[in-house]
């Protein structure tokens, strides 16, 4: 069988990327090893930087997302008892809105479907072939046993971190730099109004908390835990001592309600570069992994794909210089948000076995950018988002 582009993986990525592709007049196949409820119930972050929320409007995918999501002017940063707010509104002239990942792929997912797109979910033995020629080729077993071949001009691996295709790429050209941090986020979602209008992003010495929200009637909390530390260890009561404990300020209360899931993800920076080998194109989490305290993730992988989809209208067209500049294109961008990300997770977490030493100079950069205009302009900057690629 033949195809123009071939694509691993029903995440963000893969599916923007076909839906782009779409847009640009590109046939794909999309293959995904899950089955379609189970992407449309992973919970993950939700966060759009103002670039990305204009990018998908852009993109016509933002119907639900404009009635939907929630629209944030700043965050509020809390230390040492003390709770201050940053208003990137006043400071960049740039918001965030709060829109749910697994929203985001509902509405790909069903925007595909209507659209005719090929997509085959619970596919096995995904694997690719022929990489460095101009006819790679994707093959994999479809959910009722038949064996496909699909010959390609291109493959997309948005198969994510744990995916076949980074591995594909030799290893003796590809530079890694991997961060694993001694720590980790239980994640909650409660069904309770939130407490904040804002995010509140909580340095406390037993540990990082944040509550973030969903809906005006369901609320999302995470507090910084040990990574080997179990769920089951996780009493629904214990969850809440925690959050009650870490972010307790005078007159204000934190409501509390069901707990929806649960679940602890550990924190890693990684970067693999280059992003291509040969007619492979990686994007998204497949080739970086940044902590989730800049909220980065998601933005990134749709950054990735907006570049490679309009390399991959050149290159479908024969121009085959179009894929050299892909890399170096994502990864300025990718450096970008893997420090913000580790500077915003290092000032924040407490770190186990730290000295007091550690500690004051957090604080001592909290009270920076509570207080300086400047500290306070390069973090929202970061924060709302950096500008658009093409
Ligand atoms: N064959 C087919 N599909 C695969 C395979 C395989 N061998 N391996 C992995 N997949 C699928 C996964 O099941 C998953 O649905 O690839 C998809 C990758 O999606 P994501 O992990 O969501 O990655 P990405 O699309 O890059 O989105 C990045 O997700 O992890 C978050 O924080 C991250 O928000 C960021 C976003
Ligand atoms: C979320 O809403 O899930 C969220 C928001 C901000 C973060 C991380 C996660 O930094």
Known sequence: MRTQVGIIGAGPAG?????????????????????????????????????????????????RLDTEGLEHGGIYLQFAGERHHLDFRELTGRTVTIYAQTEIVKDL??????????????????AV???????????????????????????AGCDGFHGICRPTIPADLLTVRDRAYPYAWLG????????????????????????????????????????????????DD??????QRRLALPGWELKEGPILDKAITPMRSFVSAPMRYGRLFLAGDAAHIVPPTGAKGLNLAVA??????????????????????????CLDRVWRATHFSWW???????????????????????????????????????????????
């Not at 189970?38 to 852009?58: I, M």
């Not at 090929?118 to 033995?125: D, I, N, Y």
């Not at 804002?198 to 999302?220: C, D, K």
């Open 15 to 63: 599916l923007l990327l076909s839906h782009l592709l779409t847009q640009r007049g590109i046939e794909s196949v999309l293959v995904e090893n899950r089955s379609r409820a189970y992407c449309e119930a992973r919970q993950r972050a939700g966060l759009l930087e103002d670039g990305t929320v204009k990018l998908l409007r852009e993109a016509g995918l933002a119907q």
């Open 109 to 126: 997912i069903a925007r595909r479907l209507a659209d005719g797109g090929a997509l085959e979910f619970e596919v096995s033995g995904t």
């Open 129 to 155: 072939a022929g990489l460095g020629t101009a006819r790679p080729v994707l093959s994999y077993t479809t959910a009722g046993g038949d064996r496909r071949e699909l010959v390609c001009d291109a493959i």
């Open 188 to 235: 909650i979602t409660a069904e309770v109004p939130p407490s904040t209008d804002e995010l509140i992003y909580n340095h406390h010495r037993e540990g990082f908390a944040l509550h973030t929200m969903r809906t005006p009637q369901v609320s999302r909390f995470y507090l910084q835990v040990r990574p080997d530390e179990r769920i089951g260890d996780w009493p």
């Open 238 to 243: 214990r969850i809440w001592a925690a959050l």
């Open 304 to 329: 990735d794909v907006t570049v490679l989809a309009n390399t991959l209208a050149r290159l479908v067209q024969g121009d085959t210089q179009a894929a050299d500049g892909y890399s170096d294109a």
């Open 344 to 390: 915003m997770t290092s000032m924040l977490h407490t770190i186990p076995g730290g000295d007091p030493m550690d500690t004051d100079l957090q604080l001592a950069q909290l009270r920076y950018v509570t207080t300086s205009r400047a500290a306070a302009t390069s973090l929202a900057e970061n924060y709302t988002g950096y500008p658009p690629l093409r």
